[in-house]
Structures are given as C-alpha cells and as structure tokens.
T-cell receptor, first 111, second 120 residues
Framework: RKEVEQDPGPFNVPEGATVAFNCTYS??????FFWYRQDCRKEPKLLMS???SGNEDGRFTAQLNRASQYISLLIRDSKLSDSATYLC????????????FGAGTRLFVKA | GAVVSQHPSRVICKSGTSVKIECRSL??????MFWYRQFPKKSLMLMAT?????????EQGVEKDKFLINHASLTLSTLTVTSAHPEDSSFYIC????????????????FGPGTRLTVL
C-alpha cells in the first residue's frame, strides 16, 4: 500500500463547478499535511496547509480527519486557471523529518 | 515566501558524462535540503536528504556513488549525477525548509524551479 494515496483522476470539469479531491495516508506518525499545486513542468507550490479544524482560503477548503487518516480538498467555482495537478503531501516526524508526496490528481477545467 | 534557486534549469548531455546541479536558498539558511526526482506523469520521489556539514541520507534504492551530494554551506547543496545514462533523464527538484532559532518551522518546503536533465 502506498504511503499517500490520491484519487487517480484526471478530473474534467466545467468552469464554475465544485470539485473534491481525496487523499489517504497510511502512517499514523504523520504530523503535518499540505496540498500543493504543480503546473506542467514546474515545481510544486504550496496551496494550503491542512488542519484538523479544517481551513478555508477563498474558494479552497481543506479538511483533515486523523482518525480516518484522510485529507480532502474542495475547490468551489472552478476557474480555468485552476487546471493543474494537485498533490497531497504528508510530513513524517519519526526520528527525522521526511516528506511523502502523493502521486497527484490532474484537474482540467474547461470553458 | 523564501526563495530557492536551481542551476542549470535545463541540461542535455551525452551518456557517460557527469552533471552537477546547484540548489541555493537565497534569503534564508537551510541546514537541510532535499533532492527529489520526478519522471513524467509520476510523483516526486525523495532521493536524499542533504545535511550541511555531514553526509547525505539516501533513500532506499538510490545509489549514493552515482548521485553525489555535497552540502558545503547553509545556503548551497549540489547534486552530481555521475556517469549519466539515458535512464537518469528526469526532472530533478531540490527543496529546503527554513529552520529558525526556535526549531524548524514545520511549514511548507520551498522548492527550487527544477532542473530538467536529458541524457542522450
């Protein structure tokens, strides 16, 4: 089983749609969680951190369920510019520090 | 946010040559930097953790003699792909965490723009 698993995608949605990405992680030592966005042939960029209380940034809402080891990202009112690959990222603190990336979910938003 | 640069951004080389990639933190000190590799349509895979002043820690399956890492200062880490072969062609990305006086800020990693290596 992969340490971080995401929806395989790709997701093809029209502008204005709401889209949800899911992610699960297997290591209970996971301490912090993030969603990154990666555009084609570019480096990943932080979209938002994910907290147990849930957090929202404009059209983006992230949720964490530690009991289920599950993370989600909701994008409302999708824009063409939201087209990218969304990476679920988990930091492990087990004697050292290690970051595990999910394989990513590709999103295509169409006019 | 903090800035990490990589050089070169793109390199094409012949099989058997060695290629050095530099990763610099421009406005902060990074005790630890990370090197990742990403094949097309695949996830980023951690290759090694670069520690300033000590040996790098390599992930399982990554040959330390092939991927030489040097972290000579708090702002510079280098990755040298020795005797590169076509299967080493990939997107190599470094990242750094800003570590403040009170301990590492467990926040985002700052990624370099990546180096696309093509070995002919």
């Amino acid at each position: 089983r992969k340490e971080v698993e995401q929806d395989p995608g790709p997701f093809n949605v029209p502008e204005g749609a709401t889209v949800a990405f899911n992610c699960t992680y297997s290591n209970s030592a996971s301490q912090s969680f993030f969603w990154y966005r990666q555009d084609c042939r570019k480096e990943p960029k932080l979209l938002m951190s994910v907290y147990s209380s849930g957090n929202e940034d404009g059209r983006f809402t992230a949720q964490l369920n530690r009991a289920s080891q599950y993370i989600s990202l909701l994008i409302r009112d999708s824009k063409l510019s939201d087209s990218a690959t969304y990476l679920c990222v988990v930091n492990l603190h087990t004697g050292g520090f290690k970051t595990i990336f999910g394989a990513g979910t590709r999103l295509f938003v169409k006019a | 946010g903090a800035v990490v640069s990589q050089h070169p951004s793109r390199v094409i080389c012949k099989s058997g040559t060695s290629v050095k990639i530099e990763c610099r933190s421009l406005d902060f000190q990074a005790t630890t930097m990370f090197w990742y590799r990403q094949f097309p349509k695949k996830s980023l895979m951690l290759m090694a953790t670069s520690n300033e002043g000590s040996k790098a820690t390599y992930e399982q399956g990554v040959e330390k003699d092939k991927f030489l890492i040097n972290h000579a200062s708090l702002t510079l880490s280098t990755l040298t792909v020795t005797s590169a072969h076509p299967e080493d062609s990939s997107f190599y990305i470094c990242s750094a965490r800003e570590e403040l006086a009170g301990g590492p800020r467990d926040n985002e990693q700052f990624f370099g723009p990546g180096t696309r290596l093509t070995v002919l």
